[in-house]
């Protein structure tokens, strides 16, 4: 995500046989992370990160404890389209309130978990540890250090929660005849297969959420030849348009160099 590419790329085909360049994938560097740091390397930045997906899970369960959802009206076949439509409208808002809070939560502890992981880039001890990475960012920063990022992280996240739900409300409700027999088995993976569908298409809302957490904090990756000094989320959102660089980092193996 952030351009680090110490390893070239390496000639291949594509499906039509033309020589393209590679980007070496998640396996090469996972070896090469090993090679330089040891099978640790692998692991930088994972103790902040769970503490960050623990926050998230006891703040979902304690908004769901504030706002039941026993109150909100789940979406039956036997509902009219307008009836269906405004009960999927209201648990997506239910939705979205949960996963709001809880991002805002723990956010913080994503960007330490962040700036750990890019430390690889440039061999830096800079954050060694969860507390005092978080004394450095607060000594550095001020409160807002551990909110960088968060406004592309949200705008993604509501992006794909109403895009993933209302896509999968009108394929359930246009596109899946009820005279078919595996209709109910099609309509129970369609939110599934919107999910996928559409969190690529709101990864760069990710991988910019990701660069601003790391971007002009003192680390290499951090800093150019990577990325300038972004004044903001847009201006970052921009340069990597500019670059066609808004997937970057969003294939796990087959990474087409570019041009």
């Given at each position: 995500q952030v351009g680090h590419e110490p390893l070239p790329p390496i000639v291949g085909r594509n499906v039509l046989g033309r020589k393209v360049?590679?980007?070496?994938?998640?396996?090469?560097?996972?070896?090469?992370?090993?090679?330089?740091?040891?099978?640790?390397?692998?692991?930088?930045?994972?103790?902040?990160?769970?503490?960050?997906?623990?926050?998230?899970?006891?703040?979902?369960?304690?908004v769901k404890k504030a706002f039941p959802p026993e109150d909100m009206e789940h979406v039956s076949n036997k509902d009219d389209v307008k009836t269906s439509l405004r009960k999927v409208v209201k648990e997506t808002s239910h939705e979205m309130m949960m996963q709001c809070v809880s991002r805002v939560v723990s956010h913080p502890l994503h960007v330490v978990s962040m700036r750990c992981m890019v430390q690889f880039v440039g061999r830096e001890v800079k954050y060694s540890g969860v507390f005092?990475?978080?004394?450095?960012?607060?000594?550095?920063?001020?409160?807002?250090?551990?909110?960088?990022?968060?406004?592309?992280?949200?705008?993604?996240?509501?992006?794909?929660?109403?895009?993933?739900?209302?896509?999968?409300?009108?394929?359930?409700?246009?596109?899946?005849?009820?005279?078919?027999?595996?209709?109910?088995?099609?309509?129970?993976?369609?939110?599934?297969?919107?999910?996928?569908a559409v969190s690529m298409l709101t990864y760069p809302f990710l991988l910019v959420g990701d660069l601003m957490a790391v971007n002009n904090c003192g680390l290499r990756a951090g800093l150019p030849p990577y990325a300038p000094a972004f004044t903001s989320w847009i201006h970052c959102w921009r340069y990597l348009s500019a670059q066609g660089q808004l997937f970057r980092g969003s294939s796990l193996l087959f990474r087409r160099a570019p041009m």
């Open positions: 360049l590679y980007l070496p994938g998640f396996f090469t560097y996972a070896r090469h992370i090993v090679e330089v740091d040891g099978k640790r390397g692998l692991f930088r930045g994972l103790t902040p990160r769970l503490i960050s997906s623990t926050l998230s899970t006891i703040t979902r369960g304690s005092s990475a978080i004394g450095r960012i607060l000594k550095e920063e001020g409160i807002l250090g551990f909110f960088v990022g968060l406004v592309p992280h949200i705008l993604g996240d509501v992006i794909f929660l109403w895009c993933c739900n209302l896509l999968a409300h009108f394929i359930n409700t246009y596109a899946v005849d009820d005279n078919f027999s595996q209709a109910s088995v099609i309509r129970s993976y369609t939110k599934f297969v919107m999910g996928i």
